[in-house]
């Protein structure tokens, strides 16, 4: 092999590498969204989203 050819293997190598680790590490700190409860269940447990703030504008003025 030339050394040209043997330099971008190396580096294709390296990329690869890099991304498969990227790749890893981004899954290892997500979940599977399929893994989460389902809407009604969080409803019926309780946990509810807070209060929506509509009804009161930025100087805190009911409307």
């Given at each position: ?19 498969l ?10 979940t ?32």
């Amino acid at each position: 092999m030339r050394k040209k050819q043997r330099l971008f293997i190396i580096i294709t190598f390296l990329f690869f590498a890099a991304m498969l680790y990227v790749g890893y590490d981004i899954s290892s700190r997500t979940t599977f969204p399929g893994s989460k409860p389902q809407l009604r269940e969080r409803l019926l447990n309780g946990d509810e989203a807070p209060a929506d703030s509509v009804s009161t504008d930025s100087i805190g003025v009911e409307m």
